[in-house]
């Protein structure tokens, strides 16, 4: 099955700067790939995704990149926030199939 | 915004009861799912429903689990004899079928004594 490694498992950075985080996936048949943000007691909420057929999605300060032939992609959000602090998941859906895999998650820490 | 709804937040079990936990999916999707976080681990995928049935399961939703739609709008899933490890945060989420966007409920977090 699927398996969806991300990195890295805590980022701090300064208000203003940029953060990235990346992810890789195992299965080549994945050709949806969302990113979630949750926040404490909450619930994942979906911020961007990305299909197969594109390399590259953005929206405002969030952009997602995919490289199918290395079976990776990144989250960049540009100009933090400290409300940007939360929990970021990057998944993977496998065609045909309904279940997202989930990355281990990465703990954006954003410093006023 | 139409969003997708749980309850309750938080139960308390003691091991070897049943416990039901509901949802509210957002009211055109089709497709509904639930999914579980063991405390400071991944999300994990547990079943997957459409049409009144399940479409799809993973190694996780055994015998012990089952889910129903018991009118148009609840999706409940039992946890016949709850164990120890069932305490997890479980989210319900919904999708439209059309796009691949699933939509997640701020979950239940089951705590099992």
């Known amino acids: 099955g699927e398996n969806v490694e991300q990195h890295p498992s805590t980022l701090s950075v300064q208000e203003g700067d940029s953060a990235v985080i990346k992810c890789t996936y195992s299965d080549s048949a994945s050709n949806y790939f969302p990113w979630y943000k949750q926040e404490l007691g909450k619930g994942p909420q979906l911020i961007i995704d990305i299909r197969s057929n594109v390399g590259e999605k953005k929206d405002q300060r969030i952009a997602v990149t995919l490289n199918k032939t290395a079976k990776h992609f990144s989250l960049h959000i540009t100009e933090t926030q400290p409300e940007d602090s939360a929990v970021y998941f990057c998944?993977?859906?496998?065609?045909?199939?309904?279940?997202?895999?989930f990355g281990s998650g990465t703990r954006l820490q954003v410093q006023p | 915004e139409p969003e997708v709804t749980q309850t309750p937040s938080h139960q308390v079990t003691q091991m070897g009861q049943e416990v039901i936990l509901r949802c509210v999916p957002i009211?055109?999707?089709?497709?509904f799912y639930w999914y579980r976080q063991i405390l400071g681990q991944k999300v994990e995928f547990l079943v997957s429903f459409y049409n009144n049935e399940i479409s799809e399961k993973s190694e996780i939703f055994d015998d012990q689990f089952s889910v129903e739609r018991p009118d148009g709008s609840n999706f409940t899933l039992k946890i016949r004899s709850t164990k120890l490890e069932d305490s997890a945060m479980y989210f319900c989420?919904?999708?439209?079928?059309?796009?691949?966007?699933?939509?997640f409920g701020p979950g239940t977090r089951l705590t099992v004594l």
């Open positions: 998944a993977a859906k496998d065609t045909g199939r309904r279940a997202l895999t």
């Open positions: 989420a919904s999708s439209d079928g059309v796009n691949n966007e699933q939509f």
């Open positions: 009211s055109n999707h089709l497709y």
